[in-house]
């Protein structure tokens, strides 16, 4: 997601837009923010200022020069293979393929990046190539949702700035709208989608045969997500605007007023999914973050590019709503669409990290303000944010795809707040990703933050958005070379300019105003929120949200659900039985259960509540029961520690997670498959042997490879192509006998990792590894080395120099000849280092603070009720709500024996159909991936 370019309040436009007569636009006048403030954290000078900049530019050649070099004409690179990803020819990663059509995904979403970035000679160059490279009539199924945010919103943000460009008279004199005729072409492509009954698109196309044609393999589905509808509307009234075709804004219009008039009416919320047909909602769960997430975002800034009160309105209602369940500050937590102040969920995704960016174009700071900073937390906790964390913080689903969301927030709350405590949080991300994902390919997405080990992927959107968040967030305005201010940022940080406000106006605004008759008008901002106003005397505003938060996700407690009905249990209701402390062999806990089903709506309320949470605990359950992936880092040249790949466990042998890790160099069994006494022992003593999967057990391999003197082993899959990126990771059992013998670390590649590591031994005879439970600090791993400096220091400037130099190709050059650009580290480096990397990245935590949940079992977590009871104050501070709750309704209790226990009676068959409704919801969302 992405906000919009700021104007001043009230600052000359070109052409007076709609919008601006009643600024609703609260990034444009906040912006003035940052030139009077100067108190909380340090200012941060020009010349720092301008090195970060210069060194996002430096990354971003990184990123894109190895995607040209490597990649390109491929949709992607992929950083640790270093070659381009194409359709078909990789294993199916399912739903994420959906974006790749084969049309250079990756060129065409960096367009308008290399605009910002000040690179016009390479945006010339590369839109040279899009004309003449790009195909958009592939037989190939795409996602709609992705094609438009990427490609169509690409190439509309390219054209945006060509025409830019030309205007000014020195670049692109030969551009004649070739960009804007591609748009044109593929938003036809993407019209047979809308065909159905309720105008809300088909989720997939095939760019050559459309929809429902025998050919096309799409068209037969039933269900979409939310954002997959309701994130049209920008890039369609683009494209009508610009070519005079109304006929996109007049379907993207229409899918949003379907959506609009499907809102659950008496919480004004939607869900995840509907069905396209009947527009039956499909999950019931409403959140902020995947599958909803664009939506809301769509419809403030559709407001602020078409200047149609109606947008707006319906956004505020949402928002009210929004404000109303889902948002318990720091936190946003997905509740039921009819159940809102149930939650739906003990856990909240990375998606929603644009929300604070949102909430700052709204002009609603403090709350922004606040869950930037438990975001900020648990990045620091993990020096990214997961996919998903639980309310307690722990990590949930462990991936993370480089994800820009978080640097947007962080952009939109510096323009706001003028604070540099921002431009420190800027800082702290550009280190994390030069330290932990830049490979020398590229940057690699995680694919476990907890291991710090790569996943074999590196999304255009790191390229659209990440660099452009960065890069603004320290740039001056001088140093972009047009206003940023003028433009509007779609979800992929494309740029539109807001002049098409007023440019072929020809879609009737519906004046819906009258609809909405029975809303309450005051919840119709319609203010503009300045800062001026808003930090009259106050420059420490920001830093005074952020304090009582500062050790929120530090000092958490776990906890599960945690709205839970707090005033009936002051008011001497008896607390409800929670999953976690059900027991099967417990008469008065089965008496409950069988109440819920049966009494009041507050018993059913909380029969629900037990339900998802057993749900939920069983899935948690199911994970805990899992050893977590252990990590394979490569430290010889020319990898110096900078490739994880993710490893399997095994259930026996040495365990990583309780040992320093095992270092050393890498040698092939013979026989390779480790079935019996190897005969090549001299090679593999001291070693680390590599044995391949198959035709006996893994302990019988590990005795074999022990044997013979290694010191550890990797099992590599023998079914050529697996990849962690398809596979999920499993552990290796041991034989069914005693393994106790097996002293040595055995960890398992797929195929795909593990022949990273034989290319490797091919290419430069001697690979070092380390096993370990998460990757260790190359600072560390690298002590009393030769090695080029830029390892150190992430001194990107040495590294282009190193591989540059000619001396490099030489395919077995020691680490010593690396040279002129080398260092020593010595200990007083290491440790100063390795002092600092724990301070600046608290995810050095032992393993057990990550891990501990996954080894500890889920009677165990039952068992503890101070454990389980504990929940937090704002300040961090652990309090046992659930035990003081329970003291006084125990008291309470005694001395009220009649406590009533609601009043309406609702028959068990009803009960039971809405519940059944919900877990059927909770089943699919479990199923669900972002
Ligand atoms: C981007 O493609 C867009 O921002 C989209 O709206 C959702 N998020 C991804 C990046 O995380």
Partial sequence: MSGAGGRGCGSPVPQRAPWSLVAATAAFCLVSATSVWTAGAEPMSREEKQKLGNQVLEMFDHAYGNYMEHAYPADELMPLTCRGRVRGQEPSRGDVDDALGKFSLTLIDSLDTLVVLNKTKEFEDAVRKVLRDVNLDNDVVVSVFETNIRVLGGLLGGHSLAIMLKEKGEYMQWYN???????????????????????????????KFGIRKPEARTGTETDTCTACAGTLILEFAALSRFTGATIFEEYARKALDFLWEKRQRSSNLVGVTINIHTGDWVRKDSGVGAGIDSYYEYLLKAYVLLGDDSFLERFNTHYDAIMRYISQPPLLLDVHIHKPMLNARTWMDALLAFFPGLQVLKGDIRPAIETHEMLYQVIKKHNFLPEAFTTDFRVHWAQHPLRPEFAESTYFLYKATGDPYYLEVGKTLIENLNKYARVPCGFAAMKDVRTGSHEDRMDSFFLAEMFKYLYLLFADKEDIIFDIEDY?????????????????????????????????????????????????????????????????VDKSCPRGIIRVREE??????????????????????????????AASSIDAEDGLRFMQEMIELSSQQQKEQQLPPR???????????????????????????????????????????????????????????????????????????????????????????????????????????????????????????????????????????????????????LKGKMIPSYIINSNPEMENEEQSSPENDSQNQSDEQVSSSSQEVDLVDQESSEESSLNSHPESLSPADTDNVASISPSEQTSDPTENHETTNLNGECTDLDNQLQEQSETEEDSNPNVSWGKKVQPIDSILADWNEDIEAFEMMEKDEL
């Fill in 488 to 552: 509007i940022f779609t979800t992929e940080a494309h740029l539109l300019p807001l002049w098409l406000s007023t440019t072929n106006q020809s879609i009737s605004k519906k004046n819906i105003t009258s609809e909405y008759t029975e809303l309450d008008d005051s919840n119709f901002d319609w203010t503009c929120p300045n800062t001026q106003i808003l930090f009259p005397n106050d420059p420490l505003y920001a830093q005074s949200i952020r304090e009582p938060l500062k050790n929120v």
């Fill in 177 to 207: 709208d070739e960009l804007l005729q591609m748009a044109k072409q593929l938003g036809y492509k993407l019209l047979p989608a809308f065909n159905t009954t309720s105008g809300l698109p088909y989720p997939r196309i095939n760019l």
């Fill in 568 to 597: 009936s249990f002051r008011s001497g209701a008896k607390p409800p039985l929670r999953a976690r402390d059900f027991m099967a062999t417990n008469p008065e806990h089965l008496e409950i259960l069988k109440k819920m089903g």
């Fill in 631 to 781: 990590a394979v880092q490569i430290v010889s040249h020319p990898f110096f520690g900078r490739v994880v790949l993710t490893a399997g466990p095994a259930q026996f042998g040495l365990d990583l997670s309780k040992h320093k890790e095992t270092r050393g160099f890498v040698a092939s069994s013979k026989p390779y498959n480790g079935c019996s006494e190897l005969t090549n022992p001299e090679a593999v003593m001291g070693k680390i042997a590599l044995i391949q999967r198959g035709q006996c057990m893994f302990a019988e391999k590990a005795r074999n490879i022990q044997n013979a003197g290694a010191i550890g082993g990797i099992v590599i899959d023998d079914n050529e192509g697996s990849s962690s990126d398809t596979a999920p990771l499993f552990q290796m059992a041991g034989d069914g006998k005693d393994t106790d013998d097996i002293k040595i670390p055995m960890l398992f590649l797929f195929s795909k990792e593990g022949s990273i590591i034989l290319d490797a031994i091919r290419e430069y005879e001697e690979v070092e590894v380390l096993l370990s439970d998460k990757a260790k600090d190359r600072a560390a791993i």
